[in-house]
């Protein structure tokens, strides 16, 4: 089980940490992912980390702004989002697969989203 939290309105330029819990023993041996949705628009992978942290993966749109990291010690992945703008508004969702992948249909396990909002 995946709960996602952190999330809230920020003005533009700020910065926000999300957080996903994750409970169960095998946390330490999955990829994870942080995925996004905006009000009509399809799902869209955002970073994923492998199961030791040592690799991660973002979408071109973050790069340099985002950050991905995981404490296998506490079952916990974050999501560092700094300079912030109003097109990263979203529901965002962290999600557990055997991979490290941006392919949403490869995660097994999904948390239930948490919202943020970037005001201009």
């Known amino acids: 089980q995946l709960q996602a939290f952190g999330g809230g309105l920020v003005q533009a330029g700020g910065s926000l940490r999300l957080s996903c819990a994750a409970s169960g023993r095998t946390f330490s041996s999955y990829g994870m992912g942080w995925f996004r949705q905006a009000p009509g628009k399809e799902r869209e992978f955002v970073a994923a980390i492998n199961w030791s942290g040592g690799v991660t993966d973002y979408v071109d749109s973050v790069k340099g702004r985002f950050s991905i990291s995981r404490d296998n010690a506490k079952n916990t992945v974050y999501l560092q989002m700094n300079s912030l703008i109003p097109d990263d508004t979203a529901v965002y969702y962290c999600?557990?697969?055997?991979?490290?992948?941006?392919?949403?249909?490869?995660?097994?396990?999904w948390g239930q989203g948490t919202l943020v909002t970037v005001s201009s």
């Open positions: 999600a557990a697969s055997s991979l490290r992948t941006p392919r949403p249909n490869l995660y097994r396990y």
